[in-house]
């Protein structure tokens, strides 16, 4: 049985099994693909076994949705720091989730956003497919709530179009890489913000 550097949260200090476990599959969820990585390579990644990957997750389809649950749970923790960082300022938290996706587009891997790819990967009916959804659509509602308080004219299409550009572009840096249009980002959908702020004055 292997301890790798995933099983490990200091030198002398081991992770418990089951947060092992979720940080090796998620990672090799991401480097691999979901469904190229068995029970059995997450195991040994994680310096455990399969009796106790299973005693924590019943199935690795349980184990695939909570691993994407976790992402989704990071992604909402920094809109909740943007909110905190700009109180009663939608206009600066827009353009603050603006600025730090800019730059999380721009040093992104190859492989992407993992809730995107995972829903690719997976059929309609995956439990993990309830998790890729619900986040979505409450990224997607954040942006045309902060778009709706910024007092920003036609908040719901608005949200609309940034919400396509985003994931557009996220799909665009994988495909073409840093000088394709996703690299653009941050200046059109600043300038799409802009031209709505005019219209609703």
């Known amino acids: 049985m292997t301890v790798t550097a995933a099983s490990r949260e200091a030198p ?3 992770k418990p099994p089951r947060e092992r476990i979720l940080e090796a599959a998620s990672e090799l969820f991401y ?23 299973y005693r924590h997750f019943a199935s690795k389809d349980q184990l695939v949705a909570e691993c994407l649950r976790r992402h989704a749970a990071e992604i909402d923790a920094a809109w909740d720091g943007i909110e905190k960082a700009h109180p009663h300022d939608p206009k600066g938290q827009l353009q603050d989730w603006l600025r730090l996706f800019g730059e ?18 997976l059929p309609r009916d995956h439990p993990a497919r309830r998790v890729i959804e619900a986040h979505k659509a409450g990224h997607r509602e954040r942006l045309a709530q902060l778009c709706r308080d910024a007092g920003l004219a036609e908040p719901e299409r608005l949200a609309d179009s940034v ?11 994988q495909s073409v890489g840093h000088c394709g249009p996703g690299s653009r980002l941050v200046h059109t959908v600043q300038a799409l913000i802009e031209d709505h702020a005019r219209r609703g004055q």
Do not use: H, W, Y
Not at 104 to 121: H, I, K, Q, W
């Open 163 to 173: 919400f396509l550009l985003v994931e557009g572009a996220r799909v665009d840096i």
């Open 31 to 53: 480097r691999q693909g979901i469904r190229a990585v068995g029970v059995d390579a997450i195991a040994e990644a994680a310096g455990t076994n399969k009796m106790t990957l």
């Open 12 to 14: 002398g200090k081991i």
């Open 104 to 121: 999380f587009v721009t040093r992104m891997s190859e492989r992407g956003c993992p809730l995107a790819n995972a829903a690719v990967e």
